[in-house]
């Protein structure tokens, strides 16, 4: 069955502190890994991994995939207040058809 | 603006009902989902549809029916067979199946 899993499924930080995601994943015919970031209950959408090893980055964010371990990690540096949210790790599989989201990590950063 | 339009924001049916969910993109874009979330679970997939006029089930699509008649629009059913009904529904579209998704802004349903 496939399946995603989210660590930790909690973080509380505080502001500059740096934080790492974690997404590990079971999914037949892997095509490619997605991060969300989930406030006011709709996600936006901040990575899309399809190569293991090439670094994603965004701002403070940065993603990497390794598919022979099959996870990836989301880490955010200098942390502020508003990246808290929930960051979702979804995995798309059997050839573009299947969508399975992990439960989420809910960030918390503190002033 | 391009974008997706859910509608309407909150929602309130009685047991055994049926009710229509409204999502609208003008991204001109031709894969279309639906989502549902509970709390403490992942967005789950419930239908999608890859083109106009096609559709494929999700994981939970028991208990819901959409239908694809213009590419702009998905409505999403939930029908009085869903057990569970009171969740967050979100749409998303995509230009292709497989591509990055962008999401509407949900529409709580509350059944009782």
């Known amino acids: 069955e496939d399946k995603v899993v989210q660590s930790p499924l909690s973080l509380v930080v505080h502001e500059g502190d740096t934080v790492t995601l974690n997404c590990s994943y079971e999914?037949?015919?892997?095509?490619?890994l997605l991060w969300y970031k989930q406030e006011k209950k709709a996600p936006t959408f901040l990575f899309m991994l399809?190569?293991?090893?090439i670094e994603k980055k965004s701002g403070r964010l940065s993603s990497i995939l390794d598919k022979k371990e099959l996870f990836s990690i989301l880490n955010i540096t200098a942390t502020q207040t508003g990246d808290s949210a929930v960051y979702l790790c979804?995995?798309?599989?059997?050839?573009?058809?299947?969508?399975?989201f992990g439960p989420g990590t809910r960030l918390s950063v503190l002033p | 603006d391009g974008g997706i339009t859910q509608s309407p924001k909150y929602l309130f049916r009685k047991e055994g009902q049926n009710v229509t969910l409204s999502c609208e993109q003008n991204l001109n874009h031709d894969a279309m989902y639906w989502y549902r979330q509970d709390p403490g679970q992942g967005l789950r997939l419930i239908y999608y549809s890859q083109i106009v006029n096609d559709f494929q089930k999700g994981d939970i699509a028991e208990g819901y029916s959409v239908s694809r008649e213009k590419k702009e629009s998905f409505p999403l059913t939930v029908t009085s067979a869903q057990k569970n009904p009171t969740a967050f529904y979100l749409c998303?579209?995509?230009?292709?199946?497989?591509?990055?998704?962008?999401f509407g802004p949900g529409t709580r349903l509350t059944v009782t």
């Open positions: 399809t190569s293991s090893g």
């Open positions: 998303a579209s995509s230009i292709y199946v497989g591509y990055e998704q962008y």
């Open positions: 999914v037949t015919n892997f095509r490619s």
């Open positions: 979804a995995v798309e599989g059997n050839y573009g058809q299947n969508f399975v």
